[in-house]
């Protein structure tokens, strides 16, 4: 555990360039720094890595040391185990470029995490960057190419199978750091990234900006934690069509937007490809208190002509509305069953469904439930249970079977865990304390 200050330490450090006989590159890679009341050396990294792999190790701390951009045909592995530090004073920030890979294969006894620079107990959102991934799959932006928000490089393509790398077992916390005025990273950011990229077991917390943002592209991702998060927890635009299973947002009153914002296109609502992703088994919770603030407003924001299939999702707390559909485009894809919702518990929002709604209630064969979904404690911030009661209507109620296409995995409950405990996918890695 990190428990001070590194900065001044690390401050010391004489940073070395990769020896004569690497390939040459403009990146930097600290010396091993030992530091007082640390109990894993300190590595510093900076620049660009355009070629060759840079392994991380788990017995080391690695400090981001500015923008640090991995490029071309380069690679990033980083071990199980390993903590990857964003620095406050330089805004710290980690991207992969189209054509790089990032491998951050963590496990459940050892997940991967990218956190803080500051001591335990004085972290807060917004003190690093983030992880920004742009891949070259296809997006609806004039030319097919866009540029990542805060100089993070350019994205998009005409592949859809691109590969990005491995994301699997890994949290991102307390990122989200401000690039300009009332403009921020998100969490982790999929620009353009192809289905060929591995998503799974991801968290992401306690972020300034959004959790997970999809600008365009196609990666699917399974298993998804996003957790106290500063504005929208999920959110998409720009023609996203991937695949998501299994997620489960959290929010906390004090600074919170959206569950879910979803987009095609802000200039050209009806642009192609459009937004379109599949999406079963979600749980999002709201806080619908005042304790913490005033803030949390909508479950599902769905607007600017985003189309897509969600099933078997439970909206639960929301100090606004529990589904909202904005946007004349977004009306006329939900009336068309472009854009649908079933199979879905709605419960004890500000308004469940908003008038809005009218095109997604039509069409969803009275599978739009009000009823409550006998979560076990899923406002408790600090140890949380998103598992249903035993019975409890998600449960009993009627489910929808996902497509058989070798990524959705048949569940038969409503939401992203069952009532059986061993079966609850986010023991033993997650992390919901603020610190």
Known sequence: MLKRFIQFALAAAVLVTAAPAQPVHTQVVGPAVSVPGIDKPVRVLRGRFTSGTLTL??????????????????????????????ETATRGALIIDRGAQIIADGT?????????????????????GGLIING????????????????????????PNDNSGILRFVRVEFAGIEFSPDNELNGIAFQGVGRGTIVENIQVSHNKDDGIEMFGGTVDIKRAVLTYIGDDSIDWTFGWSGRLQFAIVQQRGDNADRGIEADNNGN????LPRSNPTIYNITLVGDRSTTHGPESTNGM??????????????????????????????????????LSLKNTIIFNNGTNLHSSTAGLQANAGGTLFIQDPQLLEPFNLTAPQF????GSPAMTLAFAVPPNDGFFEVARFIGALSATAEEDWTRGWTNFADR
């Open 268 to 271: 050209n609502n009806d642009l």
């Open 301 to 338: 924001t769905l607007r600017e002509g985003t189309a897509g299939t969600i099933r078997n999702a439970i909206v639960y707390g929301f100090k606004g509305n529990g589904v909202q559909v904005s946007t004349n485009a977004t009306l006329a894809q939900a009336a068309s069953g472009a």
């Open 108 to 128: 459940r006894e050892a997940p991967i995490v990218f956190t803080s620079d500051q001591p335990v107990g004085f972290r807060a959102r917004g003190d690093w």
């Open 57 to 86: 190790t788990n017995d080391t701390y690695w400090l981001l040391r500015g923008a640090v951009f991995f490029q071309n045909t380069s690679r990033l592995a980083i071990q199980p185990g390993t903590t990857i530090i964003g």
């Open 387 to 390: 598992r249903p009661a035993p």
């Open 136 to 159: 070259r799959a296809p997006l609806n932006l004039p030319g097919g190419l866009g540029l990542g928000e805060g100089d993070t490089g350019a994205y998009g393509g005409d592949d």
